[in-house]
């Protein structure tokens, strides 16, 4: 899968790829990321890229030509399966939304920022749009590193045994049970017994309970799902 993300800020996207799952599943060769900086497209020699609002107001809009040449160029040869905004009036990301990313070929990110892009930009080019969360960042960058990471680490192949995505908290609609790991004893909290029976059958009941009461202490919004 190839992910390209276009960003006025690709220095802030570079570290987030570099360790963990992420190195890995670029050097397993599942997943490809490349960064393009807006700016090659800007309108002028200054680099510009965003412009005054219509109506007026405060804040700058990213501009119509520099995000739909830069689209246009990035798509002559073949087109993207998905061109997502990152923007907080977008759908909230979800487990499931990952889910069904991590099985296309290459999608494009592009990430706003200012007052955010051109609504035409939306309209012609955008096949989602997506936020984080109910807060504001300063840029899409950091979300789409978000959805990044989200995505890569369940791409077919990443993930092994050990590190298995089946049992992620949201992966079944239900939150992640606790883990221990040793010693026995620490501060005088032991780990939970029936982790040391060595009986697989009891030990999985014990965690389909304790995962079934933290979501239901916790977010019982997911159960009803
Ligand atoms: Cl995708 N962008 C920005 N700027 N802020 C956000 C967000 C995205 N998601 C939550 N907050």
Not at 73 to 84: H, P, T, V, Y
Not at 107 to 123: E, F, S, T, V, W
Not at 175 to 202: M, Y
Request: charged share 25%.
């Amino acid at each position: 899968m190839t992910i390209e993300i276009l960003t006025v800020l690709p220095e802030l996207l570079t570290s987030p790829f570099e360790h963990s799952m992420m190195k890995r599943a670029q050097e397993k060769g599942l997943l490809t990321i490349k960064l393009h900086t807006l700016r090659k497209w800007a309108i002028n020699k200054h680099g510009q890229v965003d412009d005054y609002q219509y109506g007026g107001g405060a804040g700058m809009v990213m501009m119509c030509e520099p995000l739909a040449n830069a689209i246009d160029e990035l798509q002559a040869e073949s087109k993207f399966d998905e061109i997502i905004f990152m923007t907080p009036d977008g759908k909230t990301l979800e487990q499931r939304d990952a889910n069904t990313l991590s099985l296309k070929n290459r999608i494009l990110i592009i990430c706003g920022h200012y007052k955010g892009i051109d609504q035409r930009i939306r309209n012609l080019y955008v096949t989602r749009e997506i936020s984080i969360g109910d807060y504001v960042l300063s840029g899409g960058e950091l979300a789409a590193a978000v959805l990044v990471d989200a995505i890569g680490r369940i791409i077919p192949g990443v993930l092994n045994d050990e590190t298995s995505a089946l049992t992620d908290s949201f992966q079944d609609n239900l939150l992640a049970p606790p883990v221990f790991s040793r010693p026995v004893e620490f501060r005088g909290l032991q780990v939970p017994p029936i982790l040391l029976s060595g009986d697989p059958k009891k030990i999985e009941a014990w965690r389909q309970a304790q995962a079934l009461e933290r979501t239901q202490k916790r977010r019982p919004d997911i159960l009803d799902q």
